[in-house]
């Protein structure tokens, strides 16, 4: 049997389960060395190691974060799906799958940190276009064109409009401001 982890602070602790103690020595740090989703989803088993007395021990984390799609399902909040979701905005795009990564990491700390057990799809996106844009400009774009549902030019010009503007603001003195697209290089 397992033992039942429901007060831990969820899926977001990333290697080192911070407040995961060990049940044999009581020691108060374990390495996750293993974590797969159960069949439906709701609940991450991660199998971990105390790194005190090396016994392993396994927890159950339920899922208290769902997302509200916007056909009125709701479903896990899950890393992955921001991943998945920011890696096809940024293909072709000088992004590194660590940079995704840890966008996805603030992401989730960010919805985590509305304190609700449900988000809606919206919320979630919206978490993601801010650090995004930082990001990679042109991937903002693609994902917002999804996200926001643009429908017609005059939504990318007023996007592109807004990132005109802000980066006009923000420019880190290169001589042309090309803004769109020719930011990636100077960047790091
Ligand atoms: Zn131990």
Redesign the pocket.
Known sequence: MSLCADRLHAAGAAHYGSGMH?P????TDSRVVDSRTADDGTTIRRRRE?P??H?RFTTVESATLSVMKRSGVSEPFLREKIITGVRKACQGRPVTDDQIAVLAQGVEEQVRSLGLSVVDTNDVGRAILGPLRDLDTVAYLRFASVYSSFTTLDDFENAIAELRRESGISSGGSGGGEALGTTGSSAT
Do not use: D, G
């Not at 044999?24 to 020691?27: D, P």
């Open positions: 060990c044999f020595c009581h020691h105390c005190e007395c016994r």
